[in-house]
């Protein structure tokens, strides 16, 4: 038998021995335990206590001697689910301690077409309702393809999120066929065609590289997302609709 599943549900090497013989023994007085589990007097009747606390193990009164005997092994199953609900108890405020947590600067680097979807349902991660982004090329549909885009788009769309996008002028033939819903679009002026795309949403900043094997940078940090919103603003205002 494997014991290393009780083990790892927080039973200790003690607990599981004695648990097992009271199993095997029916009904028996502390001697036979010690005698069927080879373990010292002391650590057995301390044991014994803690697997009664848990509700393992019971015992009845033999005149001055106490015969100990284990419960039903199916009360393991309901001792964890207890477990379960008392941890769900506490749940909510672990989460808040670990969204304060991701509050403090954060950088992630991200490689290839796999690590760009990634970089992007990452931004999705997010309450605001604005999500802005300047100088995406036309390599970003040659590579991420038309089906992305547009799955993108309606993600955006159900999340209720206004896109405003300031788009290379080598993307104004093909922009009815991947822009995302709900976007607003402007261009640059001719010829200036950066294969570097900047998005801003809420806390979060994604640089990526739209190359051949595309490179991306996500940064989590209020003062970095502030700043580029400043630019892409000054940026925004220029740009050509």
Same mark, same amino acid.
């Given at each position: ?15 599981? =021995? +004695? ?14 335990? &010690?005698?069927?589990?080879?373990l010292? @007097? ?5 044991? /014994? ?16 001697? *106490?015969?100990?005997?284990? @419960?039903?092994?199916?009360? &393991?199953?309901?001792?964890?689910? !207890? =477990? ?6 506490i749940?909510?405020?672990?989460l808040? *301690?670990?969204?304060?947590? =991701? ?10 077409? =796999?690590? &760009? ?18 100088? @995406? ?5 040659? +590579? ?12 955006? *769309?159900? *999340? ?5 996008? +300031?788009?290379? !002028? @080598? ?5 009815? !066929? &991947? ?7 402007k ?6 065609e ?20 595309? /490179? ?15 630019f ?10």
């Open positions: 038998m494997d014991t290393q599943i009780l083990s790892d549900l927080g039973f200790t090497n003690a607990e599981i =021995k +004695i648990y097992l013989a009271l199993l095997e023994l029916g009904s028996a007085p502390a001697g036979q335990i &010690i005698d069927k589990t080879q010292q @007097s002391s650590v057995v009747h301390s044991t /014994l206590n803690k697997l009664i606390e848990k509700g393992f193990a019971s015992f009845i009164q033999k005149g001055q001697r *106490k015969y100990y005997q284990s @419960s039903n092994p199916r009360n &393991i199953s309901e001792y964890i689910d !207890e =477990k379960k609900k008392q941890y769900e108890k749940l909510p405020e672990l808040k *301690k670990q969204e304060k947590k =991701k509050e403090k600067p954060d950088i992630k680097a991200f490689k290839g077409k =796999k690590g &760009i979807k990634e970089l992007f349902y990452n931004l999705l991660e997010s309450d605001e309702k604005e999500f802005v982004s300047q100088g @995406s090329p036309i390599e970003s549909t040659e +590579i991420m393809g038309k089906t992305f885009w547009q799955n993108y788009g309606q993600k955006l *769309k159900e *999340k209720k999120v206004k896109a405003k996008m +300031i788009y290379n !002028e @080598s993307l104004r033939e093909k922009l009815e !066929e &991947i822009k995302g819903l709900n976007t607003e679009s261009f640059t002026e001719k010829g200036f950066p294969l570097t795309e900047t998005i801003i949403f809420g806390k979060k900043v994604g640089i990526i590289i739209w190359t051949e094997e595309p /490179l991306g940078i996500l940064i989590h940090n209020q003062v970095a997302a502030d700043s580029y919103k400043i892409w603003k000054q940026t925004w205002k220029i740009a050509e609709k």
